[in-house]
């Protein structure tokens, strides 16, 4: 008897550690994460022309970028596409659509569903959506342009 509760101590003690370390690793990963986005949006405050950064978010599509939402001196808002630390793509928020536009132009094209996330990323040197819709047991990824609202790629997953 004394064999069998000594082994299952040293499991689930075993199980615990695990659970432990995983949570551990997942913390360090989140605040890597959110370290990474805040020297981004400290090195965009400095520069000349930014009053100031509202949003920034990574972006990791074909290749891996930073889209920052920015407030310029002239108190115009600008989206800043940034990849190895220059500034590739600059952008005026009123030319693009909104995230919620391109959200309503995904489900309208699939009729129906739920908008899992929907990322502002740039394919072709244009600024896009990536959308993601799913419907019962298929997803539908939609790339929809933010200037124009034109459907550039769309597949599904099922």
Same mark, same amino acid.
């Given at each position: 008897?004394?064999?069998?509760?000594?082994?299952?101590?040293?499991?689930?003690l075993?199980?615990?550690?695990?659970?432990?370390?995983?949570?551990?690793?997942?913390?360090?990963?989140? $605040?890597?994460?959110?370290?990474?986005?805040?020297? %981004?949006?400290?090195?965009?405050?400095?520069?000349?022309? &930014?009053? *100031? +950064? /509202?949003?920034?978010?990574?972006?990791?599509?074909?290749?891996?970028?930073?889209?920052a939402?920015?407030?310029?001196?002239?108190?115009?808002?600008?989206?800043?596409?940034?990849?190895?630390?220059?500034?590739?793509?600059?952008?005026?928020?009123?030319e693009?659509?909104?995230?919620?536009?391109?959200a309503?132009?995904?489900?309208? $094209?699939?009729?129906?569903?739920i908008?899992?996330? %929907?990322?502002?990323?740039?394919?072709?040197?244009?600024? &896009?959506? *990536? +959308? /993601?819709?799913?419907?019962?047991?298929e997803?539908?990824?939609?790339?929809?342009?933010?200037?124009?609202?034109d459907?550039?790629?769309?597949?599904?997953?099922k």
């Open positions: 008897m004394n064999k069998k509760n000594k082994w299952l101590k040293r499991s689930v075993l199980i615990i550690v695990i659970l432990c370390s995983g949570l551990i690793l997942l913390a360090s990963y989140v $605040l890597q994460y959110n370290k990474t986005l805040m020297t %981004y949006q400290k090195s965009l405050a400095n520069l000349p022309e &930014v009053s *100031e +950064v /509202l949003e920034i978010a990574e972006y990791s599509g074909q290749e891996q970028y930073y889209v939402k920015v407030l310029l001196t002239s108190n115009k808002e600008y989206y800043y596409f940034i990849k190895d630390n220059t500034v590739d793509f600059s952008y005026p928020v009123e693009l659509m909104t995230p919620e536009q391109a309503q132009k995904a489900l309208s $094209l699939i009729g129906q569903g908008v899992k996330h %929907y990322y502002l990323g740039i394919y072709d040197e244009k600024p &896009v959506y *990536e +959308v /993601l819709v799913s419907l019962g047991d997803e539908h990824y939609i790339i929809i342009d933010a200037k124009t609202g459907v550039l790629l769309q597949f599904d997953i």
